[in-house]
């Protein structure tokens, strides 16, 4: 399962965590996404999609 947002394709971003003294390690930043059922053509299929597409209502939900 990749960390990615089916819907606009955010994904992992890398960079660095900075201590107090300056050390420098790699880290990363995961998006929050959410394993939703959507309608996709008119049926449901299991995404995973970013809670921003989420609450933008760019995914239809299936009840």
Do not use: D, E
């Not at 960079?15 to 990363?28: E, Y």
């Amino acid at each position: 399962m990749a960390r990615k947002c089916a819907i606009c394709g955010k994904g992992v971003q890398m960079g660095m965590q900075v201590s107090h003294s300056h050390i420098r390690t790699k880290r990363t930043w995961s998006p929050n996404l959410q394993r939703v059922r959507a309608v996709v053509k008119g049926a449901p299929v299991r995404l995973n999609v970013c809670t921003r597409c989420l609450r933008s209502g760019k995914v239809q939900r299936s009840v």
